[in-house]
C-alpha cells in the first residue's frame, strides 16, 4: 500500500524557516521523481518544486526560486523541502507527490506574525 505523509509545518513568523518531510513506503521510492504542491487558502493548486529521482536535478517554481531547496534521501524513502524566508504568501497546504500518481495528505504551513 501506497503511503505518503508529510510532516513539518507550523506556525512560524515572516522571515523564518521551516523543513519539511514527506516519508514514502509501498513504493520504489528511488525510481520516481518527487514533488512538492501547494494548496493557499481558496485557491487552486501551485506546483512548487520538482527532483528527479536520484536527486541530481531539481527545479523551483519562480514564486520560491532561492528560499526554498528540495532533497531527497533515498536510502531512507524520504523527500525533503527546506523553506527560508518565509513570507505569509507561503502560507499553504503542502502536499508531497511521487510522479502525480500518489499524493499524501498534506502539512499547513502558516506564516504569520
Known amino acids: 500500500q501506497v503511503q505518503l505523509v508529510e510532516s513539518g509545518g507550523g506556525l512560524v513568523q515572516p522571515g523564518g524557516s521551516l523543513r519539511l518531510s514527506c516519508a514514502a513506503s509501498?513504493?520504489?521510492?528511488?525510481?520516481?521523481?518527487m514533488t512538492w504542491v501547494r494548496q493557499a487558502p481558496g485557491k487552486g493548486l501551485e506546483w512548487v518544486s520538482v527532483i528527479t529521482s536520484g536527486g541530481g536535478r531539481t527545479s523551483y517554481a519562480e514564486s520560491v526560486k532561492g528560499r526554498f531547496t528540495i532533497s531527497r534521501d533515498n536510502a531512507e524513502n524520504t523527500l525533503y523541502l527546506q523553506m527560508n524566508s518565509l513570507k505569509p504568501e507561503d502560507t499553504a497546504l503542502y502536499y508531497c507527490s511521487a510522479g502525480a500518481d500518489y499524493w499524501g495528505q498534506g502539512t499547513q504551513v502558516t506564516v504569520s506574525s
Open positions: 509501498g513504493f520504489t521510492f528511488s525510481g520516481w521523481p
